[in-house]
C-alpha cells in the first residue's frame, strides 16, 4: 500500500441510529491539500473525528503510512486536529497555548519557546505571545489554533472548517494563508468545508460527500467542469440541468440549440448541466433561444440576469457591461464553449460526463 492516509470501507452509526458513513473508501495522499467538501450532515466531520482518533468507525480500516491505527489511541496518531471553534484556552496566554502539547509529549522548555516562536513566526503572530485570546480578533484566534497545531510538526494536518467563524473577506486571506503554509512546508492536510468555493481555492483534491458516501474525487477543475451526478454539478455552484437528446454522432438538440460534441454518443436521452457563465445573450430576433428579462444585477465584477425562456427561467452571470438589460427587454440566448457538459445515463455502470467545448450556432 502507498504512502499517505488510507480509509478502507469505513462504517459509522450512532446511538440513535443515524448512519452518518457508509462504506467510505478513500485515499489522502501525502504533502498534498485534501478537501471533505459536502452538506451539514453528510459525514465529511465524523470522518475527520475518525481519522484522529476522537471516536472508533464500526467498521472498516484506517491506515497511515502502512499502519493500522483504527484502533489507536488519539495521542499516539502523528497528526493535529484544528476544531471549528479553535478551542483556544481562555486562562492561557497565545504562547501558552501554543506550548500546551508540547508540554504535554515531556519536550523541555527551551524546546517548548523554541517551536512555539517558529510556528508563531509562520503564521504572523510573532510579537503576540503575552496576549489573551480575549484579547484577539477572530482571524488571529484561528492563527493560535493553527500555530498551536504546526508546532508538534504533525505528519498529518486536520482542519475542520477552519473558516467558519469569519468575514468574507477574512476567510479570503486566511486561506490564502493555509494554502501558502501547506505548499512552503509540504504538509499534509484534509480539510473539511461545507463552501464549494473555499474548496476549489486551497485544494489540490476535493472528495464531494453526500448521506455519508463519497460520490466524486478530483481536481477541482475535473468537480467544477465534469461533474459525475446532478448533485455535484448542483453544490459545485449554480447550474441547471435540462432533458436533452443525442442523434447518436454527437450532436444534441436543447430547443433550438444545437450543440456538437464531436464525439459519438448513443442515441437517446441525455441530461445536460449548464453553468450561467455558458450562457451568452444577443439582441432579440438573433439565431437562438428567446427570452425576456425578468431582472438583472450589477456586482462590480459581473453581471447576473434573470431570463425567462421557454426552458424556464435562467440565471445568466456575464463579466461583460454590456449585459447589462432592462427589466422586460427581449434577448436571444446562445451556449458558449464553457460551462456546458453531459450527463451520461444513470444506467451506464460508471457515471461519466463530457464536457462540450463548442456550440454549432453562436453570435
Given at each position: 500500500?502507498?504512502?499517505g492516509?488510507?480509509?478502507?470501507?469505513?462504517?459509522?452509526?450512532?446511538?440513535?441510529?443515524?448512519?452518518?458513513l457508509?462504506?467510505?473508501?478513500?485515499?489522502?495522499?501525502?504533502?498534498?491539500?485534501?478537501?471533505?467538501?459536502?452538506?451539514?450532515?453528510?459525514?465529511?466531520?465524523?470522518?475527520?473525528?475518525?481519522?484522529?482518533?476522537?471516536?472508533?468507525?464500526?467498521?472498516?480500516q484506517?491506515?497511515?503510512?502502512?499502519?493500522?491505527?483504527?484502533?489507536?489511541?488519539?495521542?499516539?496518531?502523528?497528526?493535529?486536529?484544528v476544531?471549528?471553534?479553535?478551542?483556544?484556552?481562555?486562562?492561557?496566554?497565545?504562547?501558552?497555548?501554543?506550548?500546551?502539547?508540547?508540554?504535554?509529549?515531556?519536550?523541555?522548555?527551551?524546546?517548548?519557546?523554541?517551536?512555539?516562536?517558529?510556528?508563531?513566526?509562520?503564521?504572523?503572530?510573532?510579537?503576540?505571545?503575552?496576549?489573551?485570546?480575549?484579547?484577539?480578533?477572530?482571524?488571529?484566534?484561528?492563527?493560535?489554533?493553527?500555530?498551536?497545531?504546526?508546532?508538534?510538526?504533525?505528519?498529518?494536518?486536520?482542519?475542520?472548517?477552519?473558516?467558519?467563524?469569519?468575514?468574507?473577506?477574512?476567510?479570503?486571506?486566511?486561506?490564502?494563508?493555509?494554502?501558502?503554509?501547506?505548499q512552503?512546508?509540504?504538509?499534509?492536510?484534509?480539510?473539511?468545508?461545507?463552501?464549494?468555493?473555499?474548496?476549489?481555492?486551497?485544494?489540490?483534491?476535493?472528495?464531494?460527500?453526500q448521506?455519508?458516501?463519497?460520490?466524486?474525487i478530483?481536481?477541482?477543475?475535473?468537480?467544477?467542469?465534469?461533474?459525475?451526478?446532478?448533485?455535484?454539478?448542483?453544490?459545485?455552484?449554480?447550474?441547471?440541468?435540462?432533458?436533452?437528446?443525442?442523434d447518436?454522432?454527437?450532436?444534441?438538440?436543447?430547443?433550438?440549440?444545437?450543440?456538437?460534441?464531436?464525439?459519438?454518443?448513443?442515441?437517446?436521452?441525455?441530461?445536460?448541466?449548464?453553468?450561467?457563465?455558458?450562457?451568452?445573450?444577443?439582441?432579440?430576433?438573433?439565431?437562438?433561444?428567446?427570452?425576456?428579462?425578468?431582472?438583472?444585477?450589477?456586482?462590480?465584477?459581473?453581471?447576473?440576469t434573470?431570463?425567462?425562456?421557454?426552458?424556464?427561467?435562467?440565471?445568466?452571470?456575464?463579466?461583460?457591461?454590456?449585459?447589462?438589460?432592462?427589466?422586460?427587454?427581449?434577448?436571444?440566448?446562445?451556449?458558449?464553449?464553457?460551462?456546458?457538459?453531459?450527463?451520461?445515463?444513470?444506467?451506464?455502470?460508471?457515471?461519466?460526463?463530457?464536457?462540450?467545448?463548442?456550440?454549432?450556432?453562436?453570435?
Open positions: 500500500m502507498s504512502q492516509l488510507h480509509l478502507l470501507g469505513i462504517e459509522k452509526t450512532y446511538a440513535n441510529g443515524y448512519r452518518a457508509r462504506g467510505v473508501h478513500l485515499r489522502v495522499p501525502e504533502r498534498r491539500l485534501t478537501t471533505l467538501l459536502g452538506p451539514s450532515g453528510c459525514g465529511k466531520s465524523t470522518l475527520l473525528r475518525l481519522i484522529a482518533g476522537l471516536e472508533r468507525p464500526d467498521a472498516g484506517i491506515v497511515f503510512r502502512g499502519e493500522d491505527l483504527t484502533h489507536c489511541p488519539a495521542d499516539q496518531r502523528d497528526m493535529s486536529l476544531f471549528q471553534s479553535y478551542a483556544l484556552f481562555p486562562y492561557l496566554s497565545v504562547q501558552d497555548n501554543v506550548r500546551y502539547g508540547l508540554k504535554a509529549q515531556g519536550l523541555s522548555a527551551a524546546a517548548q519557546a523554541e517551536r512555539a516562536a517558529q510556528a508563531l513566526a509562520l503564521v504572523g503572530l510573532g510579537g503576540f505571545e503575552d496576549r489573551m485570546p480575549h484579547e484577539l480578533s477572530g482571524g488571529q484566534q484561528q492563527r493560535t489554533a493553527l500555530a498551536r497545531a504546526l508546532a508538534l510538526q504533525p505528519a498529518l494536518v486536520l482542519l475542520d472548517e477552519p473558516l467558519s467563524n469569519l468575514d468574507a473577506n477574512l476567510r479570503r486571506h486566511i486561506r490564502e494563508d493555509i494554502r501558502q503554509l501547506q512552503r512546508l509540504g504538509l499534509t492536510v484534509l480539510y473539511v468545508t461545507h463552501d464549494h468555493a473555499e474548496a476549489m481555492s486551497v485544494s489540490d483534491q476535493v472528495v464531494v460527500m448521506e455519508g458516501r463519497v460520490v466524486q478530483g481536481s477541482p477543475r475535473e468537480i467544477y467542469e465534469q461533474p459525475q451526478t446532478e448533485f455535484v454539478a448542483g453544490f459545485m455552484g449554480d447550474s441547471a440541468v435540462f432533458e436533452a437528446h443525442c447518436g454522432a454527437g450532436q444534441i438538440r436543447l430547443g433550438p440549440l444545437t450543440l456538437d460534441l464531436g464525439v459519438p454518443l448513443r442515441q437517446g436521452a441525455v441530461r445536460l448541466i449548464v453553468r450561467p457563465q455558458a450562457w451568452c445573450m444577443a439582441p432579440a430576433g438573433a439565431q437562438g433561444l428567446a427570452g425576456k428579462v425578468e431582472r438583472s444585477a450589477y456586482l462590480g465584477r459581473s453581471t447576473e434573470w431570463v425567462l425562456t421557454a426552458l424556464g427561467s435562467l440565471l445568466v452571470i456575464s463579466d461583460q457591461q454590456a449585459a447589462c438589460h432592462a427589466v422586460g427587454a427581449p434577448v436571444s440566448l446562445f451556449l458558449s464553449r464553457k460551462g456546458v457538459s453531459v450527463l451520461l445515463p444513470q444506467t451506464l455502470s460508471t457515471p461519466q460526463t463530457i464536457p462540450v467545448f463548442q456550440s454549432r450556432r453562436h453570435p
